[in-house]
């Protein structure tokens, strides 16, 4: 637990440096997480976009929220303050905490959690404005394994336990002014990322959402269970863009 009282901008409790690092964001409004960041965040964040830092939105036929290559997401990362031997601390809303948690593991940095309940769960005093963020040196060291694209998913699919992270409603396949082609992955189980997660059936567990970002919560809480999980980064954005099978009910 980080007393709230010694928190400043790259804090070091201990022989631990910490830094903060605000992910907040709104599906459907850029420049929504900036904002609620500049109107008052935890003292010395530092923020990160989801759709700018988190994402390459230049990245065509990958989903809404393609992965940054790990250039893109060191130059993000170092920005933010983040090196090795800082511990990262994410905080942020629709997911966009546990995308960063997944990117820095997915790009070695194991050194990072996420504050669960977000900012509101944080209960001391916010900053306004801006940061002076010291800028850091991030040296990726990218993982292999942790990912499954669209057409390996499709041929493999006996495999896995698929898990479906967007509400009720988008998983059964209802008309919905997100999804392009509203359905599902066929066989997926539905786990929305904004509720509990229930009880899943043993084996190797492969999580999609729309955009690849709000199934990080689910790799998260899977984590937090001792449980590791594949992420589809495409997601239902790019499966639906793609000749292959859709279920819905």
Avoid at 38 to 48: D, E, N, R, T, V
Avoid at 70 to 93: D, L, M, N, P, W
Avoid at 174 to 190: C, H, T, Y
Wanted: hydrophobic fraction near 40%.
């Amino acid at each position: 637990m980080i007393p709230q009282s010694e928190v400043c901008a790259k804090h070091t409790i201990g022989h631990v440096r910490y830094q903060f690092v605000d992910c907040r964001h709104e599906l459907g409004e850029p420049g929504r997480g900036r904002a609620l960041y500049l109107a008052g965040h935890i003292p010395g964040a530092s923020f990160l976009d989801v759709d700018e830092d988190l994402s390459d939105l230049s990245v065509e036929g990958q989903g809404r929220h393609p992965l940054p290559s790990a250039k893109h997401f060191a130059e993000a990362a170092g920005r933010a303050g983040i090196e090795q031997g800082v511990h990262v601390v994410a905080y942020g809303s629709t997911g966009g905490a546990e995308r960063l948690w997944w990117l820095l593991r997915h790009f070695g940095h194991d050194a990072c959690a996420v504050l669960i309940g977000g900012i509101e769960a944080w209960g001391g005093a916010l900053r306004a404005g801006e940061e002076e963020i010291e800028p850091a040196v991030f040296a990726p060291a990218e993982r292999s394994g942790d990912t499954i694209d669209g057409p390996e998913l499709a041929s493999r699919l006996e495999d896995f336990v698929v898990v479906d992270a967007r509400i009720p409603s988008r998983w059964r396949g209802e008309e919905n002014p997100i999804d392009k082609v509203p359905g599902r992955i066929p066989g997926a189980l539905n786990a929305p990322w904004n509720e509990s997660l229930r009880d899943l059936p043993d084996g190797e567990v492969v999580a999609y959402c729309g955009s690849g970002v709000t199934a990080s919560v689910t790799v998260h809480r899977l984590w937090l269970a001792g449980r590791e999980a594949t992420l589809y980064p495409g997601s239902w954005s790019q499966w639906e863009t793609l000749d292959l099978p859709i279920e819905r009910d």
